[in-house]
Antibody, heavy 121, light 111 residues
Framework: QLQLQESGPGLVKPSETLSLTCSVSDVSITSSSYYWGWIRQPPGKGLEWIGSIYYFGGAYYNPSLKSRVTISIDTSKNQFSLKLSSVTAADTAVYFC?????????????WGQGTAVTVSS | QSVLTQPPSASGTPGQRVTISCSGSSSNIGSNTVNWYQQLPGTAPKLLIYSNNQRPSGVPDRFSGSKSGTSASLAISGLQSEDEADYYCAAWDDSLIGNYVFGTGTKVTVL
């Protein structure tokens, strides 16, 4: 059964780079049928799309975060990763990885459980 | 900041019908399909409705979605206690390439 599992440090210092990995099981990350994405949720707030990646088409990002975000794929481990640079307290959030099904569904249909990241010195 | 506007809260008694609105613009809801997600307390969001009004396998038919112009709605008929959750609309936005936008979220309370 499809599973997505986020992993990475739960605490990151201000100005440093947040790095998270999403391990995908039961489906190849190189599948032409799916995109992969990151979404975050600050404490007590709503959802914010960070970016997505498609093995055959590259990555694209939320314009408000674009200058600080990199999403990449590691095919050898069937994982995809998020790097967010120059973090501040405003980047404290639960980070979710998710699978996106392209048109006509065009939605995130499977989500990881999320991992909490706190930015603090 | 969210570009899709939802009421912060909605409520109803068991068995009632509750409707949640989602207001956008011509660049998002007006030109793309709408998705709805349900987030139970302490859990990851779950896809509830896609392509405006389609339910994924396993989603009860008491959840229904609709879209008209630059607005969309989610209806929950026969409200049940387990429906108490946060609900988010979402859509792709053509004003900026590849931008997926979520609504502000609505907390549904079962009285």
């Amino acid at each position: 059964q499809l599973q997505l599992q986020e992993s990475g440090p739960g605490l990151v210092k201000p100005s440093e780079t947040l790095s998270l990995t999403c391990s995908v099981s039961d489906v190849s990350i190189t599948s032409s049928s799916y995109y992969w994405g990151w979404i975050r949720q600050p404490p007590g707030k709503g959802l914010e799309w960070i970016g997505s990646i498609y093995y055959f088409g590259g990555a694209y990002y939320n314009p408000s975060l674009k200058s600080r975000v990199t999403i990449s794929i590691d095919t050898s481990k069937n994982q995809f990763s998020l790097k967010l640079s120059s973090v501040t307290a405003a980047d404290t959030a639960v980070y979710f990885c998710a699978r996106r099904v392209p048109s006509p569904v065009n939605a995130f249909d499977f989500w990881g459980q999320g991992t909490a990241v706190t930015v603090s010195s | 900041q969210s570009v899709l506007t939802q009421p912060p809260s909605a409520s109803g008694t068991p068995g009632q019908r509750v409707t949640i609105s989602c207001s956008g613009s011509s660049s998002n809801i007006g030109s793309n399909t709408v998705n709805w997600y349900q987030q139970l307390p302490g859990t990851a969001p779950k896809l509830l409705i896609y392509s405006n009004n389609q339910r994924p396998s396993g989603v009860p038919d008491r959840f229904s979605g609709s879209k008209s112009g630059t607005s969309a709605s989610l209806a929950i008929s026969g409200l049940q206690s387990e429906d108490e959750a946060d609900y988010y609309c979402a859509a792709w936005d053509d004003s900026l390439i590849g931008n997926y936008v979520f609504g502000t979220g609505t907390k549904v309370t079962v009285l």
